[in-house]
């Protein structure tokens, strides 16, 4: 009964997702919610959340961040 209450949650998610995207709200973390959600019952879950997570680390590193800024200006202590 939990892994048929799971999927149906994560795949609501992902169809609340794909409604988001072309309404204002957070699609792309909603569907990234459902995955979550399925990635314990679901390879193929599991497999799409881990791109989606490379994308993000590789847009954020390349587009965000800009080469001035300090590595780790998160890890320095303001005195």
């Known amino acids: 009964m939990a892994r048929i209450t799971r999927i149906g ?3 609501a998610l992902i169809l609340l997702g794909l ?11 909603t569907i990234a919610g459902g995955l979550a959600v399925l990635a314990p019952e ?6 799409v ?3 989606m997570k490379t994308r ?10 800009s080469p ?4 780790d200006a998160a ?3 303001v005195p």
Not at 42 to 47: G, T
């Open 75 to 77: 890890d320095e202590t």
């Open 42 to 47: 679901f390879e193929w879950a599991q497999r």
């Open 19 to 29: 409604f988001l995207l072309v309404l204002p709200g957070p699609g792309i973390l």
């Open 9 to 11: 949650i994560g795949l």
């Open 56 to 65: 993000y680390r590789q847009y954020f590193v390349k587009e965000v961040r």
């Open 68 to 71: 001035a800024a300090p590595e």
């Open 49 to 51: 959340l881990d791109w």
